[in-house]
Structures are given as C-alpha cells and as structure tokens.
C-alpha cells in the first residue's frame, strides 16, 4: 500500500539515490524514485522506509505545463535512455521539479556516461510513497 509521504523535507536523501523509471500518462508524468540508504534513527517516521531502508516510490507531476532537458524546451515524450540514472540533485517547489541525473549504460550496451538536467512544471506535484517495496536496490 503507498501513502503520500511530503517529500520535500526528504529530498536530500536522494543524492547518490536511484532514477528507476519514467512514465508518461497523457500529461502527467511519473518518476519512479529511490533514495540513498537511510539510517532509520535519522528520520522520524521509520515506517516510510522501503525494506532496503530507503524511500522508494514516484514522484506525481500532473498536468505537465513545461519539460526542459539540458535547459532546452523538450517537446517529446521524457523516457529514460540508459541503464541507470545516478541523482546528484532533486529539488522539488509547488509546481516545479529540477533533477541533476548522472546516466550510464553497461555492457552488453556499449559503456557510456552522461549528465543531464530535467526541469518540469507541473500543476499539482506529490509523492507517492511505496513502503512495502523491497527497493531497487535490495535484490
């Protein structure tokens, strides 16, 4: 079962975290997230923690105003083009989302890194918090 969880106050957590997914809804966009592992004594609430100890769960832009990637207007459908997504920075206001990811491919594909920045403005941009998940990085 997931709850809404108000992330902003975690949002540091996500740095060295996890860009899992990205998912386009007709104008809404969601972003399957993983945090860095947390100590649950930092934290008040040790319940949000999924069983890796870490916030698992998608970040909810609905009604997408306005994609930037790299700081460019970005007309396209936003999809995840490599193997995994690094985050250095998330900040999350009222309507809008920065994301500083560090992508990367492996092998098979051929090895490859990139950086890239997202910015999206959203109407309505909430947390839906995924506890019970085993977290990406627990298998």
């Known amino acids: 079962m997931s709850k809404k969880v108000d992330i ?3 949002v540091d957590y996500f ?3 996890s860009l899992i997914d990205i998912e386009n809804i007709n104008h809404d966009i969601v972003i399957t997230l993983e945090s860095a592992e947390i100590e649950p004594n930092e934290i ?4 949000i923690l999924s069983k890796s100890n870490t916030l ?4 909810q832009l609905k009604q997408v105003k306005a994609v930037k990637l790299d700081n ?5 459908p936003l999809i995840k083009l490599y193997d995994d997504g690094e985050i250095l920075d998330l900040e999350i206001s009222p309507e809008k989302v920065f994301l500083l990811v560090e992508w990367a491919n492996y092998p098979p594909k051929l090895r490859t890194s990139d950086v890239s920045t997202i910015e999206i403005e959203a109407k309505d941009i909430y947390w839906e918090n995924m506890p019970s998940a085993d977290g990406y990085k627990f298998s």
């Open 8 to 10: 902003k106050s975690y």
């Open 15 to 17: 740095h060295d975290g």
């Open 44 to 47: 008040n609430d040790h319940t």
């Open 56 to 59: 698992y769960g998608k970040l």
């Open 72 to 76: 460019e207007m970005y007309e396209k």
